[in-house]
């Protein structure tokens, strides 16, 4: 079998992939970047289903690096379609001749860290061995799809679907069509396929707070307002809580404001019809409990103004838990659609689906015949790329047998054990959870660069964070998660999706900007906290 040596291995040919894959090799380094997917895009290759859309607004989604590209690239809509986000992708591919150093339709089964000869030993599925000297992994936050565990998937004689495998050539037009999940991917599934299809049943565990979206498109005059933005944008972005193009503080602190202030304030973020509703308002309303019931009533007040109907309204608004600490979706006409008399939610709550017939799904005796089952039931989020991928480091221990006990890292960018290991949007690293993933990922892609060229020009050897910094990451990445009120959600910030899963919040909820600042400092010292050797 082939063994091929390179500086560096990059897993995953999507947004911080292809980044990562273009710093490298622009600083002169042999470098390679794999994918298992049959063409490059990461998520937004993988999550193809219908009505796949972007909640960030697209002229803060996008790379920075290049000002030819930001003045090439144009943007039809505020909030774009998957397929714009995949054409843009690949155009950058392109335009950056990245392709020729990428490999497709190649899944890593295992990776091994030698000692003695500083070298990563990584193989891929089909045997085939890379020796690295990096292997770095930009594989996603939610990468590794959640199936359920309710039996009987081979039962059922129709077809099942995840969303972030969506097969290309599926049709749902006049099927019966069974949703499993109301998250942010499930609003986008059903208020697009409502119309489609012939009956359409919603099965929902948990209802959600859904921002009404104000997407429009970017006619020129929009565009090139934006494009004038670009040069101060490009930096903004990465001073704010959030990674967009405002700012929390901006708001000012919620508990200076008179109550009618506040309102002013959230009505004002509701009419931007953006995630500015959930990381734009007031920080309070993340932490303290008064706070956050104010915002939840006020969200309810707006959902209880788009679904009229008191028994829909009952079951479509959220109760058990506060506005914002689950993951905001923006909507497009998700309320609307309940209206439809081909559409019919099913509440699995308190009787959850008890598995598969052959000819649909069954909850609580009842058998709900359908053609097409989609799993809109999300990720093993943060670890499950990396554990389902077998990594090894020094002295052979597992990184797969580590997260199961404990969710650790530092910085969320390397793992202690793990020399030359280093993790883009790894666990405890702000990312999709509470950052615009653009911005985050270029972030990281951008340190651990720097970390590596470093490495180099100073003849070193390897890297890799002391379990000191490990520990002191971990306490302040908990000490922040603990004074929100975001652990107090079962969802899958905190793993809680996942059964067995260590409870940690799983995405760093101090802010883009104030981890940004960490890390630089860290790289302007001579990053302490990790052993060069
Ligand atoms: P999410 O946000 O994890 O949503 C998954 C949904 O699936 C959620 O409504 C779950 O209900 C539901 N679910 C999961 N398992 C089951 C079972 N067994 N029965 C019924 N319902 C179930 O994933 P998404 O893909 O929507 O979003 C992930 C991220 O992608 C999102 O945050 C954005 O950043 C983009 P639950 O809430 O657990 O009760």
């Not at 749902?172 to 359409?200: F, H, N, P, W, Y």
């Amino acid at each position: 079998m082939k063994t091929t040596e390179l500086d560096a291995l990059v897993v995953g040919a999507g947004i911080a992939g292809l980044y990562q894959l273009y710093r490298l090799r622009e600083a002169g380094m042999s470098v390679r970047c794999v994918d298992a997917a049959d063409d490059i895009g990461g998520t937004w290759h993988w999550n193809c289903y219908p009505g796949a859309r972007v909640d960030s607004p697209s002229y803060t989604y996008q790379y920075w690096f290049s000002e030819e590209l930001l003045n090439e690239w144009e943007w039809s809509e505020r909030f774009v379609g998957q397929p714009e986000i995949k054409r843009y992708l690949k155009f950058v591919a392109n335009k950056f001749d990245l392709n020729k150093d990428i490999q497709l339709n190649t899944r890593i089964k295992s990776a091994r860290w030698n000692a003695d000869e500083c070298r990563w030993e990584v193989i891929d599925e089909s045997g085939s061995t890379w020796k690295v000297k990096y292997f770095i992994s930009c594989a996603g936050m939610l990468s590794a799809p959640k199936v359920p565990p309710f039996p009987g998937h081979d039962d059922f004689k129709g077809i099942i679907a995840h969303t972030a495998r969506w097969p290309r050539d599926l049709d749902l037009t006049g099927k019966r069509v069974g949703v499993v999940g109301t998250g942010a991917t499930g609003i986008q599934v059903i208020q697009t396929v409502a119309s489609q299809v012939d009956e359409l049943f919603v099965f929902q565990r948990t209802p959600q707070y859904a921002v009404k979206m104000k997407n429009y498109p970017l006619d020129k005059e929009k565009l090139d307002y934006w494009r004038a933005q670009y040069p101060t944008l490009k930096n903004t972005v990465h001073g704010t809580f959030g990674g967009f193009e405002w700012a929390v503080t901006e708001a000012g602190w919620a508990l200076n404001a008179t109550y009618e202030e506040r309102m002013a304030k959230l009505e004002e973020c509701w009419q931007d019809g953006s995630l500015k509703m959930w990381v734009g308002t007031y920080p309070e309303i993340l932490a303290l409990e008064d706070m956050n019931k104010e915002a939840s009533e006020f969200m309810r007040e707006k959902i209880r103004a788009r679904v009229q109907d008191p028994a829909l309204f009952d079951k479509l608004v959220p109760t058990s838990y506060g506005f914002g600490t689950y993951r905001v979706p923006l909507e497009n006409g998700y309320y609307d659609v309940f209206r439809r008399d081909n559409v019919h939610i099913v509440d699995v709550k308190d009787s959850p689906i008890e598995r598969f017939s052959e000819n649909g799904l069954v909850v609580d005796g009842q058998e709900y015949p359908l053609d097409v089952v989609v799993l809109a039931t999300g990720f093993d989020a943060g670890t499950g790329a990396l554990s389902r991928m077998d990594v090894h480091g020094r002295d052979g221990r597992s990184l797969t047998e580590l997260w199961n006990k404990d969710i650790r890292s530092a910085l969320g960018l390397q793992v202690h054990g793990f020399p030359n290991l280093f993790t883009v949007a790894g666990p405890l690293a702000p990312s999709t959870a509470f950052c615009n993933m653009t911005t985050c990922l270029q972030q990281q892609v951008n340190w651990v660069t720097d970390a590596i060229l470093y490495m180099r020009d100073h003849n070193i050897q390897s890297m890799e964070a002391t379990a000191q910094r490990e520990e002191e990451w971990v306490q302040h990445h908990d000490e922040v998660a603990n004074m929100t009120l975001m652990m107090k959600t079962t969802s899958w910030y905190t793993g809680a999706n996942i059964e067995g899963k260590p409870k940690r919040l799983l995405s760093y909820i101090g802010g883009v900007d104030a981890y940004r600042q960490i890390c630089d400092e860290i790289k302007e010292n001579g990053y302490p906290g990790f052993e060069l050797k």
